[in-house]
Nanobody, 122 residues
Framework: QVQLVESGGGLVQAGGSLRLSCAAS????????MGWFRQAPGKEREFVAA????????VYRNSVKGRFTISRDNAKNTMYLQMNSLSPEDTAVYSC???????????????WGQGTQVTVSS
């Protein structure tokens, strides 16, 4: 089992920044990749970004490229999502996930955190 705990969400004005953290514990060696997903009210969950633990290869959804940066600290078993130039369209519950391979599909992830709310005001 892998436990994931997100933190860092909150309320920010448009154009502002937030950094989300996802701390992993448990059998983290079984998870080769981690990702961020988000879900806005009334919408489907969508992929945001993903990273492999073993290298720095990353992937982003088009709408966040150049604004969001995913990273990880292997020593701390923690993943981050630096979010800059936030817009109201980024408002959602952000969840981190862990799986065996990097993927943009939520079904490829085995473990999920509880989520953290990000609200961007206009």
């Amino acid at each position: 089992q892998v436990q994931l705990v997100e933190s860092g969400g909150g309320l920010v004005q448009a154009g502002g920044s937030l950094r989300l953290s996802c701390a992993a514990s448990g059998r983290t060696v079984s998870s080769n990749a981690m990702g961020w997903f988000r879900q806005a009210p009334g919408k489907e969950r969508e992929f945001v970004a993903a990273i492999q633990w073993s290298d720095i290869d990353t992937v982003y959804r088009n709408s966040v490229k150049g604004r969001f940066t995913i990273s990880r600290d292997n020593a701390k078993n923690t993943m981050y999502l630096q979010m800059n130039s936030l817009s109201p369209e980024d408002t959602a519950v952000y969840s981190c996930a862990a799986g065996s391979r990097r993927s943009e599909l939520s079904r490829d992830y085995d473990y999920w955190g509880q989520g953290t709310q990000v609200t961007v005001s206009s």
